[in-house]
């Protein structure tokens, strides 16, 4: 991502990571559709009640794997390939530390995690049992994030794409399977997701070593140095803690939400699901903006990664302000897909969306300024931004939901959002006046 047009690079680049992260979401929300349409309404709001502890838990193995992907993409924008392979080697190693001790940990609290979460007596059992499968399989998990991350920062999107569509598939067909033909419950569809995911997960072992020399680990690149350790940790650390501190806010809103009964809880899982979708045309942009950022300042290319800001942020905007009002119009019959003629559980859907749809330029941005610092090897800031965010967004789902009820808590991320903007703002202006002196004196 060198050389060529920084907007035509970061499009092409975002659309196989937009298709690959919409599926991701497919993929989840197959759960939600799925349970919704064939167990009911108790059963989606049991899965989704367990949505914001698996982001908190699962969230910090994703990004963490994705923060160790940035040092072997700026290796790669400094052509030093015996550097990639011990990156890589660095982050599987330290990916898998952290995934046993966070399986470990996170299962035996799990119980007293949903009682704090306040989560319903009658959903209870269900919740347990979809979550703790879902921490079971986190190998699984990371086996695919590292590979699929690893794959991305050498500039191939599209090999983690094609195993997230088979993932995917394979995940809707067991789901049937499990629950239909097997009478497992929430339970089959937790392992139906964990299966699809060891399955992507498996696949990408022989695509790297097939299709990208750079990433053939040999016996020597696992001579791992204590200074290649801690520039892994210094970055993927600060991303992995990014996306649990941002979890945090969303258990807050989990809290609140419990605390207003089954039906609001399914009509925030079904806007929640469908806002998901619909912003990972966004989150992949900002995954691109990583990449390009983080190969172009391993080549010192101080200048692009100015112009491709620019252009990201506009490429950003354009489809914020489109999807919008598409939320704003369409939400109703977005919330009719998933609740089966419960209107009231439908309006609540529709609510959530319309005023997600209506700040939607402002999570934009947040995910182009702060992936673009993250992939410059800043995760100082962007984890400031994270705390701003979890301080908004608990506030608002704590304190507006006593006044306002649903409607307050729908704005528990529209504040956040704002929130995190602040930092990540403020800090971009002055690392581009930086890059642009960089610039003049290579000049």
């Known amino acids: 991502m060198t050389f060529g047009p920084p907007w035509h690079l970061i499009i092409s680049f975002s659309v196989p990571l937009i298709i690959g992260n919409m599926f991701q979401q497919l993929y989840n929300m197959a759960d939600s559709f799925i349970v919704s349409r064939t167990i009911g309404t108790a059963a989606l709001a049991a899965v989704g009640s367990t949505g914001s502890l698996n982001f908190f838990i699962l969230g910090f193995i994703i990004g963490f794997t994705n923060g160790a992907a940035i040092i072997t993409a700026q290796r790669f924008g400094a052509g030093d390939e015996a550097g990639i392979r011990r990156s890589f080697a660095c982050g599987i190693l330290l990916s898998g530390i952290i995934t046993i001790v966070l399986m470990a940990l996170s299962i035996s609290f799990l119980k007293p995690l949903l009682r704090l979460l306040n989560t319903p007596e009658e959903i209870f059992g269900g919740a347990w ?263 908004m967004r608990t506030l608002a789902a704590l304190l507006l939901s006593i006044p306002f009820g649903f409607i307050g808590i729908c704005f528990a991320g529209p504040l956040a959002w704002l929130g995190a903007l602040v930092p990540l703002t403020s800090s971009l202006i002055l690392t581009l006046e930086k890059l642009k002196r960089l610039e003049l004196r290579k000049r």
């Not at 195993?163 to 097997?182: E, T």
């Not at 001579?223 to 649990?244: C, D, H, M, N």
């Not at 399914?266 to 966004?282: C, E, H, K, S, V």
Request: proline share 2%; aromatic share 12%.
């Open 129 to 391: 049992s979809y979550m703790v499968t879902l921490l079971w399989g986190m190998p699984a998990i990371t086996l695919f994030n590292i590979c699929s991350n690893t794959m991305r920062s050498v500039g191939d999107s599209r090999t983690p794409l094609c195993f997230l569509v088979v993932a995917c598939v394979i995940n809707i067909i067991l789901d049937y399977l499990f629950i239909l033909a097997f009478g497992m419950g929430v339970f089959g569809a937790g392992l139906a997701t964990v299966l699809a995911q060891l399955i992507a997960g498996l696949l990408c072992i022989p695509a790297i070593y097939m299709r990208i020399k750079t990433l053939r680990i040999t016996r020597e690149d696992w001579k791992i140095s204590g200074k290649e350790i801690w520039q892994t940790i210094r970055i993927a650390l600060p991303v992995g803690f990014q996306w649990s501190i941002i979890a945090i806010g969303a258990l807050a809103v989990t809290f609140s939400i419990n605390s207003l009964g089954t039906l609001s809880i399914a009509a925030f899982t079904t806007g929640n699901r469908i806002d998901q979708l619909a912003g990972m045309p966004l989150s992949s942009l900002g995954q691109a903006m990583t990449t390009y950022s983080a190969q172009n300042y391993g080549a010192k290319k101080w200048q692009r990664i100015r112009k491709g800001v620019f252009q990201g942020s506009l490429i950003a905007l354009i489809f914020a302000a489109v999807m919008g009002a598409v939320f704003v119009a369409a939400g109703r019959n977005f919330g009719a897909l998933f609740l089966k003629g419960d209107k009231t559980a439908i309006e609540l859907t529709h609510t959530y969306l319309m005023i997600q749809g209506l700040f939607f330029i402002f999570l934009s941005q947040l995910f182009v300024y702060r992936q673009t610092l993250v992939g410059l090897g800043n995760s100082l800031i962007p984890t400031l931004a994270g705390i701003m965010e979890l301080v």
